[in-house]
């Protein structure tokens, strides 16, 4: 494949691979069943230059792969203020892709889709959350791929022997233990999403393990988990004690040995988390509110909907919901569209309102019930955010200022 | 510090050679969301270092966080002339070795990447450093120190 016989875009995605190889110290290659492009979403020229010269050179992929979020809404395509040329190279960017045989999924939750990896397959995902949901909570394996990687990946249909394809680096390291919660603050998704956030910060390089969790956690709750750690941290692999499919046990997700740190985490420890992805000020007049960051699930629309409907949203604020086309899809089915037509909301899919210029100039105060959201948001858009749970984000939408109670902390 | 500098034997992920002024994040960066590409300025409100420029620096870290995207927007700011001339890392880290190598597929620049080890940790900002094709690492105390020593 090096020697490009089998073209030079072949060439080229094999050298990438190789080179990432030899930087991992990996003595082989091994096949891939699927791959999750995050190069697809726009940043600039060399981007597209890379994926149009694999593209032009006749470039397909080998594995089944999707792609994520773009800078565009192609559904709504007045709703990204992207100037030119940036818009025109966006556009032609997701062509490369979908041009290399890519599903255009557009969504940074590719484990909401109907086909995902099981337990122990190898694949290669990019982005940040899909990369520790994968690993996490589907118990697949993935290393901590980013961009350019992931496409010759899926063009070669292989990856590095190393990093979390190896058993071995699976095994948790670092252990955090709940301490002082009752029963019902894990009920909470905002629980995840700060828990996530302190993760992140406090697991350095180690495979983090939570004990103390009750057994049984929605998906959508891991998935605040993965993002907000994978955020303020490189977190790609969580193992949640009695709940993810590597960790039946606390003592099978230590693989059976001590732990090199352990962390105790309270009730405060998420207080300061809330305050972290918090602006100072977050008393202010509120402008946006944002919820969908990753994509919003059905799940996620099934919490949202009834609250929406009831909820007449303040004239001054803008409320965001973020997901992507396949769950929209689902949305339409069950009727809850016309709930999102209401004044006010505004759905945003394929893309997401904190990479791309969507929300007003004016907007400059916003909330979000995701660590993730909150972490980024005030960098790329200069604006100050408050984080708060989805419930909080709607009562703060109708009253046009921001109102949030971690009461349920100490519940 | 003596004026005489010092040695460690890094390896490189992405060979090269490069020279100049260390800019040494303690806590790990983000590239995407974290620097602009148009100023090579850090953007990451919860960074430390936010508002440095680590364009022309040698950037020194313990290993990078967050993003995926960051691979290209390391690439872009190679690209744009607002990146640094070479990284050196605590740990090995695969996202920022990609940005680093695809901007030298596309002959758009070559920042090499080196991993240290701990001993990154001695490095502090304004020293000069000098990374080598084997990826030997040089590392002197700024001019107006070796002056001062003098």
């Given at each position: 494949?090096?020697?490009?016989?089998?073209?030079?875009?072949?060439?080229?995605?094999?050298?990438?691979?190789?080179?990432?190889?030899?930087?991992?110290?990996?003595?082989?290659?091994?096949?891939?069943?699927?791959?999750?492009?995050?190069?697809?979403?726009?940043?600039?020229?060399?981007?597209?230059?890379?994926?149009?010269?694999?593209?032009?050179?006749?470039?397909?992929?080998?594995?089944?792969?999707?792609?994520?979020?773009?800078?565009?809404?192609?559904?709504?395509?007045?709703?990204?203020?992207?100037?030119?040329?940036?818009?025109?190279?966006?556009?032609?960017?997701?062509?490369?892709?979908?041009?290399?045989?890519?599903?255009?999924?557009?969504?940074?939750?590719?484990?909401?889709?109907?086909?995902?990896?099981?337990?122990?397959?190898?694949?290669?995902?990019?982005?940040?959350?899909?990369?520790?949901?994968?690993?996490?909570?589907?118990?697949?394996?993935?290393?901590?791929?980013?961009?350019?990687?992931?496409?010759?990946?899926?063009?070669?249909?292989?990856?590095?022997?190393?990093?979390?394809?190896?058993?071995?680096?699976?095994?948790?390291?670092?252990?955090?233990?709940?301490?002082?919660?009752?029963?019902?603050?894990?009920?909470?998704?905002?629980?995840?999403?700060?828990?996530?956030?302190v993760v992140g910060a406090r697991s350095a390089n180690g495979v983090p393990v939570i004990d103390g969790a009750p057994t049984s956690v929605p998906e959508d709750h891991l998935k605040a988990l993965g993002a907000g750690a994978a955020s303020s941290g490189s977190v790609a692999l969580i193992h949640v004690a009695g709940t993810t499919p590597e960790a039946p046990t606390l003592?099978?997700?230590?693989?059976?040995?001590?732990?090199?740190?352990?962390?105790?985490?309270?009730?405060?420890?998420?207080?300061?988390?809330?305050?972290?992805?918090?602006?100072?000020?977050?008393?202010?007049?509120?402008?946006?509110?944002?919820?969908?960051?990753?994509?919003?699930?059905?799940?996620?629309?099934?919490?949202?909907?009834?609250?929406?409907?009831?909820?007449?949203?303040?004239?001054?604020?803008?409320?965001?919901?973020?997901?992507?086309?396949?769950?929209?899809?689902?949305?339409?089915?069950?009727?809850?569209?016309?709930?999102?037509?209401?004044?006010?909301?505004?759905?945003?899919?394929?893309?997401?309102?904190?990479?791309?210029?969507?929300?007003?100039?004016?907007?400059?105060?916003?909330?979000?019930?995701?660590?993730?959201?909150?972490?980024?948001?005030?960098?790329?858009?200069?604006?100050?955010?408050?984080?708060?749970?989805?419930?909080?984000?709607?009562?703060?939408?109708?009253?046009?200022?921001?109102?949030?109670?971690?009461?349920?902390?100490?519940? | 510090?003596?004026?005489?500098?010092?040695?460690?034997?890094?390896?490189?992920?992405?060979?090269?050679?490069?020279?100049?002024?260390?800019?040494?994040?303690?806590?790990?960066l983000s590239f995407w969301g974290g620097v602009a590409p148009a100023t090579g300025r850090i953007i990451d409100t919860h960074h430390p270092a936010r508002g440095q420029r680590v364009t022309d620096m040698i950037l020194v870290l313990p290993h990078g966080r967050g993003s995926s995207s960051s691979s290209t927007v390391l690439a872009e700011c190679l690209s744009a002339g607002t990146g640094p001339r070479a990284i050196l890392l605590g740990e090995a880290d695969g996202i920022l070795l990609l940005g680093a190598l695809v901007a030298r597929e596309l002959g758009v620049a070559h920042c090499p990447v080196v991993v240290l080890?701990?001993?990154?940790?001695?490095?502090?900002?304004?020293?000069?450093?000098?990374?080598?094709?084997?990826?030997?690492?040089?590392?002197?105390?700024?001019?107006?120190?070796?002056?001062?020593?003098?």
């Amino acid at each position: 494949m090096l020697a490009g016989e089998h073209g030079t875009a072949m060439a080229l995605a094999m050298r990438i691979v190789t080179a990432m190889a030899e930087a991992a110290g990996a003595e082989r290659l091994i096949d891939i069943s699927g791959a999750h492009i995050d190069s697809c979403l726009y940043h600039g020229p060399v981007g597209l230059r890379f994926a149009e010269r694999l593209a032009d050179d006749g470039a397909r992929v080998r594995v089944p792969t999707t792609l994520n979020v773009s800078a565009l809404d192609l559904l709504h395509p007045g709703s990204v203020r992207l100037d030119e040329p940036a818009r025109s190279e966006a556009r032609r960017l997701m062509a490369a892709y979908e041009s290399m045989g890519c599903q255009p999924t557009w969504t940074c939750a590719p484990y909401q889709l109907p086909d995902r990896p099981g337990l122990g397959e190898h694949v290669c995902w990019a982005e940040s959350n899909a990369i520790v949901f994968a690993n996490s909570v589907l118990g697949a394996r993935t290393d901590r791929y980013g961009d350019f990687m992931d496409i010759c990946a899926a063009i070669t249909g292989r990856v590095p022997a190393a990093g979390l394809h190896m058993a071995a680096n699976r095994v948790g390291t670092v252990l955090f233990r709940l301490r002082g919660f009752g029963r019902a603050a894990p009920e909470e998704e905002a629980f995840w999403a700060l828990l996530g956030h302190v993760v992140g910060a406090r697991s350095a390089n180690g495979v983090p393990v939570i004990d103390g969790a009750p057994t049984s956690v929605p998906e959508d709750h891991l998935k605040a988990l993965g993002a907000g750690a994978a955020s303020s941290g490189s977190v790609a692999l969580i193992h949640v004690a009695g709940t993810t499919p590597e960790a039946p046990t606390l003592r099978a997700a230590l693989g059976g040995r001590t732990p090199l740190r352990t962390i105790e985490i309270g009730p405060d420890d998420l207080r300061t988390a809330a305050a972290e992805l918090s602006a100072v000020d977050s008393s202010g007049d509120l402008r946006a509110v944002s919820v969908g960051t990753p994509h919003l699930s059905l799940a996620g629309f099934e919490r949202l909907t009834p609250m929406l409907a009831a909820a007449r949203i303040h004239p001054d604020v803008t409320f965001y919901v973020s997901t992507g086309r396949d769950v929209l899809q689902g949305v339409e089915e069950r009727g809850w569209l016309p709930v999102y037509q209401a004044p006010g909301i505004r759905l945003v899919v394929d893309t997401c309102t904190y990479i791309t210029p969507i929300l007003a100039p004016d907007e400059t105060m916003a909330m979000t019930d995701s660590a993730k959201w909150a972490w980024y948001a005030p960098g790329n858009l200069g604006i100050a955010a408050a984080f708060g749970t989805m419930e909080d984000c709607v009562r703060s939408a109708v009253a046009g200022r921001v109102i949030r109670d971690f009461g349920w902390l100490d519940g | 510090m003596t004026s005489a500098g010092w040695t460690a034997e890094g390896r490189p992920l992405l060979a090269g050679v490069a020279a100049g002024s260390a800019l040494v994040l303690r806590e790990p960066l983000s590239f995407w969301g974290g620097v602009a590409p148009a100023t090579g300025r850090i953007i990451d409100t919860h960074h430390p270092a936010r508002g440095q420029r680590v364009t022309d620096m040698i950037l020194v870290l313990p290993h990078g966080r967050g993003s995926s995207s960051s691979s290209t927007v390391l690439a872009e700011c190679l690209s744009a002339g607002t990146g640094p001339r070479a990284i050196l890392l605590g740990e090995a880290d695969g996202i920022l070795l990609l940005g680093a190598l695809v901007a030298r597929e596309l002959g758009v620049a070559h920042c090499p990447v080196v991993v240290l080890g701990d001993v990154w940790q001695r490095i502090a900002t304004g020293n000069v450093v000098r990374v080598s094709a084997d990826g030997r690492v040089t590392v002197r105390p700024p001019v107006e120190a070796r002056e001062r020593d003098r």
